[in-house]
């Protein structure tokens, strides 16, 4: 597809690398990591991110089967765990040589029967356990039924055994988040003590990572904190800005006193005010909880307020005090704490704000 859209996300490759090794020097130097590509790599571009980190970590993720199809056809070759596989998807799954969490006797079942109708030897899956964020997985109360499904057949390989923090990142939820981790300890305990081998062991995210280094087990998944994001602000301040929003003024009105600008007349000029129009609104990602003021972009190293609703694929911002011109360049954000602002702006969280950038901006990756 070719994209003439002014608008443009730069990912920055050096940000990606500094904040792996950022992760890297606080785990054992035995700790594997795997780096979560999913949604498009947290709104960026998950082929470019897994390009860039390939030779540095040991496996990637991805939410559904056909991000993990898109990275093989993109020449990616080490591991790729599928976090959320649905039971249509299985085949395409073993054709691309992805590897399926299994998180239900349901899912579990259905590729069990498909690995012994194709006899696919020793073929790498992953075992999810919920040990209390109550999404997916499956309860420590079915490990004897498992262990009897997996003695049954030589055609699957246990590759890991995994389960999901629900609240890594808050301090004053530290007593449940321990019994997380001792949760899954004890289900792993009973696993090994009947597997001949002993398969890889994970639970830490990010925040994980940052607040629980002593248990990293076999591997850690890194995914905010690829993006730049450690959920405080003394670990955001260590790592660097991955994703720059750019666009362009399209046009510049002079607005006179008792005028107003865009939708439903939301912004009243009280004096003469000029207003520049950017090519990019809610369609492209920009909340609208960001218009009549609450949030900005910059433009010749000022700040130039939203004024009026955000349209589908416009803004209007005041710029009566910045010297601009039609053409001249837009930062919509460039830095961590600009994107924080706009997630407590628009009510939600840096996640949200980067993975709602429409496919439609123009993705470039700088070397």
């Known amino acids: 597809m070719n994209n003439n859209h002014v608008t443009v996300l730069e990912i920055d490759s050096k940000a990606v690398l500094h904040n792996l090794a950022y992760f890297k020097q606080k785990l054992q130097p035995q700790t594997k990591i ?36 898109a990275l093989r056809e993109a020449g990616i070759t080490i591991p790729i765990l599928v976090l959320q596989p649905q039971i249509q998807n299985l085949k395409e799954i073993v054709k691309y040589r992805l590897e399926p969490s299994l998180y239900s006797f349901k899912i579990f079942d259905a590729f069990m029967q498909l690995a012994d109708e194709t006899l696919l030897m020793n073929y790498p899956i992953h075992i999810k356990f919920n040990t209390g964020l109550n999404r997916l997985g499956f309860w420590h109360t079915d490990v ?24 890594s990142e808050d ?20 696993i090994y003590s009947h597997l001949d081998y002993e398969p890889t062991l994970h639970i830490l995210n990010t925040s994980g990572i940052i607040n629980y280094p002593q248990a990293q087990f076999d591997m850690v998944r890194l995914g905010i904190g690829l993006y730049g994001f450690g959920n405080d602000d003394q670990e955001t301040a260590q790592l660097k800005n991955t994703h720059t929003l750019k666009s362009i003024i399209s046009q510049i009105h002079l607005i006179q006193p008792g005028e107003t600008v865009g939708y439903n007349r939301a912004f009243v000029a009280n004096q003469p005010t000029r207003s520049a129009t950017i090519p990019i609104g809610h369609a492209d990602g920009i909340s609208r909880k960001l218009g009549n003021k609450n949030g900005f972009v910059f433009i010749n190293n000022q ?33 961590q704490q600009h994107i924080e602002y706009m997630a407590q702006k628009s009510e939600t969280i840096p996640y949200e704000i980067l993975t709602a950038l429409s496919q439609r901006i123009k993705r470039l990756v700088k070397h």
């Open 34 to 69: 795997l780096a979560v590509v999913k949604a498009y790599g947290y709104g960026s571009e998950s082929v470019e991110i897994a390009k860039i980190v390939q030779d540095q970590v040991d496996y990637f993720a991805v939410a559904y089967s056909n991000e993990g199809i």
């Open 144 to 167: 004897p039924a498992l262990i009897a499904e997996l003695k049954k057949s030589n055609n699957v390989k246990v590759e890991s055994i995994f389960s999901h923090l629900a609240a």
């Open 171 to 190: 301090p004053y939820e530290q007593d449940f988040t321990v019994g997380q981790i001792n949760n899954f300890a004890y289900i792993v305990k009973q």
């Open 303 to 335: 700040p130039a307020p939203i004024i009026g609703n955000v349209c589908m694929d416009m803004i209007m911002v005041d710029v009566t005090k910045i010297d601009c011109n039609e053409g001249d360049e837009v930062i919509i954000f460039n830095h």
